[in-house]
């Protein structure tokens, strides 16, 4: 007999065709009446596939009376109540490690895309306004500080690029690391008062919920630039526009935002940010390593072994 799986939303097609393969699937999104579904199946379902954007709620939990284990497509667990799962003995796993290059190497491209004016620029050519004259100039990035906050593995990622460009680094957490020597600060308003660039690589949830708020956006000003490749949440995202718009923060680079994908409009006229939707992870190579990831998570629990990568 295959196990019964819950899809809470559509997952890579490689995976949910594996998915589709070794289990019973239901497939959350495609039902008109959710609730009668997972009334008639969920006594059955020991497994749910998810993902960092669709989560699992606790009410979804408590409709699958006999759930073993939660399988998310991603690093970010957020949008799972973990405290839930924890109280109900469910496993959960992510997918961490697979896709840290890729979210660090898209921090480096904003940062430099940002820096650099380099999107600004290609617009300046393409709308013919060069013919008029010269981009304004722009900043450099190796004689700066770059401020990391969040220095786990995307962040030490990060730093390593960030490192390769000659920049200086310090970095901002709950707590120093003694195996770097980058500067370390406890308070993000200080670190953002000295760098000249703040990239976000902590991840989401009711923790770090605004950590970036307007006191860190001013003190960072008028000639620095914030990069958020972690979660929307991160930042008073009203407030970080307010500030663009008004010309009180120099610059940002974001692929994440609070309600994705809708993004504020008012961000869209400005030559001094760039855009991403939520692509961090988004190459084909990686995505599929994700989806390896949480295929290999769950065939390892229904065969009796531990899983390869539980978040706890
Ligand atoms: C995922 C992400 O692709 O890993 C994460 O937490 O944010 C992305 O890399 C996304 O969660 C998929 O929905």
Redesign the pocket.
Known sequence: MKPELVVVGPLLPALMETLDRDYVTHRLWEVPDRDALLAEVGPRVRAIAT????GATAALMDALPNLEIIG??????DAIDIGHAKARGVIVT??PDV?TD??ADLAVGLLLAVARGIVAGDRHVRSGKWLQGPMPLMRKVSSGLVGIAGLGRIGRAIAKRVDALGARIAYYGRRSYADVDYPFYGDLVSLARDCDYLILATPGGADTHHMVDRAVIDALGPAGALINIG?GSLVDEAALVDALVAGRLGGAGLD?FEDEPRVPQALFALDNVVLQP?V???TVET?QA?GDLVAANLRAHFAGRPPITPFF
């Open positions: 993902s960092g954007h669709h998310c497509f991603g690093v970010g667990v992510n997918t896709l890729d979210v979660r994440v939520h961090g992870s988004a995505r994700m």
